[in-house]
Nanobody, 115 residues
Framework: QVQLVESGGGLVQAGGSLRLSCAASGTIFRVNSMAWYRQAPGKQRELVAAITTGGSTNYADSVKGRFTISRSNAKNTVSLQMNSLKPEDTAVYYC?????????WGQGTQVTVSS
C-alpha cells in the first residue's frame, strides 16, 4: 500500500509564493508518474502539473511559467514551487502517484491566495 502526505499549503497574498511537498511511502515501483491536481469549490479536480520518473513534465496552461514541478526518485518526493500566485489559484491541492494501472492520492492541502 502506498501513502502520500502533502505539506506546505497556506494563506498568501497575490503575487506571493508557496512550495508544496509530497512524500510517498510504501511499496513504490521505479516507473511511475507523480502529479499535482487541484480542486476549487464547485469545480472539478484538474491537473496542475505532472512529472515522470525520467523527468518529463507537463503543465496546465494556466500555471505555465509560474509553477515548477520537481521530484526526487531516491526519496520518492515531489514538490511544486508556485510563484506569482493569483486568487484563482485558490484550491485544495492533491498529490497523485500513478503506477499503471493504480493511482494513489494524498489527503490534500489548502492553498488560499488573497487579493
Amino acid at each position: 500500500q502506498v501513502q502520500l502526505v502533502e505539506s506546505g499549503g497556506g494563506l498568501v497574498q497575490a503575487g506571493g509564493s508557496l512550495r508544496l511537498s509530497c512524500a510517498a511511502s510504501g511499496t513504490i515501483f521505479r516507473v511511475n508518474s507523480m502529479a499535482w491536481y487541484r480542486q476549487a469549490p464547485g469545480k472539478q479536480r484538474e491537473l496542475v502539473a505532472a512529472i515522470t520518473t525520467g523527468g518529463s513534465t507537463n503543465y496546465a496552461d494556466s500555471v505555465k511559467g509560474r509553477f515548477t514541478i520537481s521530484r526526487s526518485n531516491a526519496k520518492n518526493t515531489v514538490s511544486l514551487q508556485m510563484n506569482s500566485l493569483k486568487p484563482e489559484d485558490t484550491a485544495v491541492y492533491y498529490c497523485k502517484l500513478f503506477e499503471p494501472p493504480r493511482s494513489y492520492w494524498g489527503q490534500g492541502t489548502q492553498v488560499t491566495v488573497s487579493s
